[in-house]
């Protein structure tokens, strides 16, 4: 079989890309054989488009979007494989000043506790219906998405509906910060570094990471069409074990400056090398006085099994699109969207990972709210949460 190594890959400039920019510009993937360019777009229907359409060969793309894409939701049924996770975690809420405030004045004990903000979300909501305001609005990058999603498990837990209570969204990442500035949104979902460029520029407030609201959340995957996969098995296996060394080489603390150069390039992310580094480390500024917030767990990019594909994280996935009507709860449909993730080609490209670190949830998710997820129970699962009409 004769397979084209000239490869062309799509990506949206976050930091939860830098396993693939990292694999190309390190050179990981030449010393595979493969030719990459990196192809920088600015959303997600961009992306999925052209990955669908062969016009990219693989993509940085939301793992949500992949099961999407699978399951034929939203869009034409084009079958997608993620052999390789680019990342856990990563994503956090900001509001905007004046929404914090709010919710400050309105919480009852920690604002810090998600549980505690997401009733005094609820309490916000209420009185700004009483009061005849408008519904309070939030970015998110996709309705496929894991902002999307994680918007809505948060909001959902402390007593907000997420379709009759605020507004809900789409925004491209890049376009976030300016949305929430110009007061098109009084808060936003979205990946590093666009929160912190918020903070810097003292028009938003980080209120959660959402590692707090979910302790291992599948984020965004290298994709590829699942005909391409059959048609190049040696250039995916080579593909992917470039993204294993990068991944490795940026886990390691030393070599987080140069990783923060190289993803800090006008035609990668482009943003200041310091917000990344930040992002990195795993310590953001979260108000525009300086305060900061530390999470290991901010963005697990190699850590932690962080890459091998989880199939668990995809049933969770699937149990989120069920549960806000986005397609209907079937045995069939839940085995097309496990099957999305590989990490059996994880496995053989890069190697069978060690055990589970200690610490890590038991479920595999990890949520602050309701009870431990079971893929051999979905149904089970969506049945304990109550809010009217879900």
């Given at each position: 079989?004769n397979?084209?190594?000239?490869?062309?890959?799509?990506?949206?400039?976050?930091?939860?890309?830098?396993?693939?920019?990292?694999?190309?510009?390190?050179?990981?993937?030449t010393?595979?054989?493969?030719?990459?360019?990196?192809?920088?777009?600015?959303?997600?229907?961009?992306?999925?488009?052209?990955l669908?359409?062969g016009?990219?060969?693989?993509?940085h793309l939301l793992?949500?979007?992949?099961?999407?894409?699978?399951?034929?939701?939203?869009?034409?049924?084009?079958?997608?494989?993620?052999?390789?996770n680019?990342g856990?975690?990563?994503?956090?809420?900001?509001?905007?000043?004046?929404?914090?405030?709010?919710l400050?004045?309105?919480?009852?004990?920690?604002?810090a506790n998600?549980?505690n903000?997401?009733?005094?979300?609820?309490r916000?909501?209420?009185?700004?219906?009483?009061?005849?305001?408008?519904?309070l609005?939030?970015?998110?990058?996709?309705?496929?998405?894991?902002?999307n999603?994680?918007?809505?498990?948060w909001?959902?837990?402390?007593?907000?509906?997420?379709d009759e209570d605020?507004r809900?969204?789409?925004?491209?990442?890049?376009?976030?910060?300016?949305?929430?500035?110009n007061?098109?949104?009084?808060?936003?979902?979205?990946?590093?570094?666009?929160n912190?460029?918020a903070?810097?520029?003292?028009?938003?407030?980080?209120l959660?990471?959402?590692?707090?609201?979910?302790?291992?959340?599948a984020?965004?995957?290298?994709?590829?069409?699942?005909?391409?996969?059959?048609?190049?098995?040696n250039?995916?296996?080579?593909?992917?074990r470039a993204?294993?060394r990068a991944?490795?080489?940026?886990e390691?603390?030393?070599?987080?400056?140069?990783?923060?150069?190289?993803?800090a390039?006008?035609?990668?992310?482009?943003?200041?090398?310091?917000?990344?580094?930040?992002?990195l480390?795993?310590?953001?500024?979260?108000?525009?006085?300086?305060?900061?917030?530390?999470?290991?767990?901010?963005?697990?990019?190699?850590?932690?099994?962080a890459?091998?594909?989880?199939?668990?994280?995809?049933?969770?996935l699937?149990a989120?699109?069920?549960?806000?009507?986005?397609?209907?709860?079937?045995?069939t449909?839940?085995?097309?969207?496990?099957?999305?993730?590989?990490?059996?080609?994880?496995?053989?490209?890069?190697?069978v990972?060690?055990?589970?670190?200690?610490?890590?949830?038991a479920?595999?998710v990890?949520?602050?709210?309701?009870?431990?997820?079971s893929?051999?129970?979905?149904?089970?699962y969506?049945?304990?949460?109550?809010?009217?009409?879900?």
């Amino acid at each position: 079989m004769n397979e084209d190594p000239r490869l062309r890959i799509g990506f949206i400039p976050l930091a939860d890309a830098a396993a693939l920019i990292v694999a190309v510009d390190k050179g990981f993937t030449t010393d595979e054989g493969l030719d990459v360019e990196l192809k920088r777009e600015v959303s997600w229907s961009n992306v999925r488009d052209k990955l669908n359409i062969g016009l990219f060969d693989a993509a940085h793309l939301l793992a949500p979007v992949a099961i999407a894409s699978s399951l034929g939701l939203g869009h034409v049924r084009v079958p997608i494989l993620a052999p390789f996770n680019l990342g856990l975690n990563g994503n956090a809420i900001t509001v905007s000043p004046d929404l914090y405030a709010a919710l400050a004045a309105s919480v009852e004990g920690d604002l810090a506790n998600p549980m505690n903000s997401a009733k005094a979300m609820a309490r916000v909501v209420a009185e700004r219906r009483a009061r005849g305001r408008d519904p309070l609005a939030f970015g998110m990058t996709f309705p496929f998405s894991t902002h999307n999603y994680q918007l809505r498990f948060w909001m959902a837990a402390g007593g907000v509906n997420p379709d009759e209570d605020v507004r809900l969204v789409v925004l491209p990442p890049p376009y976030m910060v300016e949305s929430l500035a110009n007061k098109h949104v009084d808060a936003f979902c979205v990946g590093a570094p666009w929160n912190s460029v918020a903070v810097d520029l003292g028009v938003g407030r980080i209120l959660h990471f959402v590692s707090e609201i979910l302790a291992r959340a599948a984020e965004k995957v290298l994709a590829v069409r699942e005909r391409w996969a059959q048609d190049n098995p040696n250039l995916l296996l080579r593909l992917v074990r470039a993204h294993g060394r990068a991944a490795g080489f940026i886990e390691e603390s030393d070599n987080h400056a140069e990783v923060a150069a190289i993803l800090a390039a006008p035609n990668r992310i482009g943003v200041d090398a310091e917000v990344i580094m930040r992002t990195l480390a795993g310590r953001l500024k979260v108000s525009p006085d300086g305060a900061v917030r530390t999470s290991n767990r901010y963005l697990l990019v190699g850590r932690a099994n962080a890459a091998r594909p989880d199939p668990v994280q995809a049933a969770w996935l699937y149990a989120q699109m069920v549960r806000w009507k986005q397609t209907e709860l079937s045995d069939t449909l839940l085995a097309q969207a496990v099957a999305v993730f590989r990490p059996d080609i994880y496995d053989q490209a890069v190697g069978v990972p060690g055990p589970m670190p200690a610490g890590e949830p038991a479920d595999g998710v990890g949520a602050f709210a309701g009870p431990a997820f079971s893929p051999k129970d979905v149904a089970g699962y969506l049945r304990t949460w109550a809010i009217p009409g879900r």
